[in-house]
């Protein structure tokens, strides 16, 4: 037996959002051809731009798992908050190469 | 809100009575598994940073040690995870409409890829010790190492130049050699390979303790389990552990300059 509620909320009263089967296996199908494509642009030379190419897939292919597999397209606001703070947290943790990229500029004598 | 993702065969959830409604209860546990995976993104994307920070210090010597990993494992472990993905949003999609059948074939797949990821790992894994690329004592590298450092790192490297002992080091014994600056450039890739990975395969370790616990509750219809949100939650941290390899897989095995 159930136990009784106050609030009376036993069903399913929420918003739930199913996303359907086909959703789910494009998304797969477009993550295997990003996959694909994050290989062969590697095998090119691109100079730096090799690097910049393979992030930007990487970003897309993240945007997917995240947005899609992890259902935050559909979750509430708080949530959408929550997970772009984690990526604000690693663009100001990635901010500390600014102490390694200006290195170079200031001289300093040797044996520093 | 589209009618047509209202699913009309969402199996029922209880309410605990410390939440209001179902949609608060179930935005809590969403929250709280998002705010564990930001540490984990702070956790993990600080060793991008090392990563980032000696590939720019050191490109050539990156850019040759990472040729040593083998691209075609480091492809199959990051289609094996990306399927693992798949099937799991799969078995949260089926707990959530209560077909438990459904739900236990997908998770049971998910843990097979789980284990066909670690079984890939252990070949490389095996392949690198043997080759003496683990970083300590043993450490060889026996493709040409160019004998002239650039002048700029000889420079930066004053003081452990080539074959002079290092400063500072005199409680070594007599026998200790400090090794080359050049050899010290690759195993500090392959240091940071195999902390990278590791961390990452200890994240599917315990990816599979997790998914495996909610087959066996769900295979024996445990209460716990009547609502889909373990699930889903499980769901959640495999995903991440997706996402961490979907960045590790080409920064580590396909990209060696910046």
């Given amino acids: 037996m159930e136990e009784p509620n106050h609030n009376n909320h036993e069903a399913a009263g929420g918003h739930h959002h199913v996303t359907s089967i086909g959703t789910y296996a494009a998304t797969y199908v477009a993550l295997l051809v990003l996959l694909v494509l994050t290989f062969a642009v590697s095998r090119v030379d691109l100079g730096a731009f090799n690097i910049v190419v393979a992030l930007g897939i990487s970003a897309v292919k993240t945007a997917l798992v995240v947005l899609i597999f992890m259902g935050v397209r559909h979750n509430s606001r708080l949530t959408w908050f929550w997970a772009s703070i984690g990526f604000v947290w690693l663009i100001l943790l990635f901010l500390t190469l600014g102490d390694y990229v200006t290195r170079q500029w200031v001289h300093l004598p040797l044996g520093w | 809100m589209s009618l047509e993702l209202q699913h009309p065969a969402v199996a029922p959830q209880r309410l605990s009575h410390q939440f209001e409604q179902i949609d608060q209860q179930n935005d809590s546990y969403i929250v709280g598994m998002w705010t564990f995976l930001v540490t984990e993104i ?217």
């Fill in chain 2, 42 to 258: 702070m956790f993990f994307g600080a060793l991008f940073v090392a990563l980032t920070v000696y590939r720019s210090v050191y490109p050539d010597a990156f850019e040759q040690a990472h040729n040593a990993l083998n691209v075609w494992l480091g492809l199959t472990n990051t289609f094996i995870l990306l399927t693992s993905s798949f099937t799991a949003a799969m078995a949260v999609r089926s707990k959530m409409l209560g077909q438990r059948a459904l739900t236990l074939v997908f998770l049971g797949f998910t843990i097979l890829c789980a284990f066909g990821f670690l079984g890939v790992k252990y070949v490389e894994y095996s392949a690198e010790f043997r080759e003496h690329h683990f970083p300590g004592p043993n450490f060889q590298w026996s493709q040409t190492v160019s004998s002239a450092p650039a002048q700029g790192d000889l420079a930066a490297n004053s003081q452990v130049a080539l074959g002079a002992p290092k400063v500072g080091v005199n409680e070594f014994p007599a026998s200790y050699q400090p090794q080359q600056l050049e050899l010290h450039k690759r195993e500090l890739f392959f240091s940071l390979y195999f902390v990278m990975t590791g961390l990452h395969a200890f994240h599917v370790i315990i990816g599979i303790c997790t998914l495996s616990t909610l087959w066996l509750l769900i295979y024996f219809k445990h209460p716990v389990v009547d609502d889909y949100m373990p699930v889903e939650l499980a769901g959640l941290y495999w995903h991440f552990v997706d996402i961490v390899w979907i960045f590790l897989y080409p920064l580590v095995y396909l990209i060696g300059k910046q």
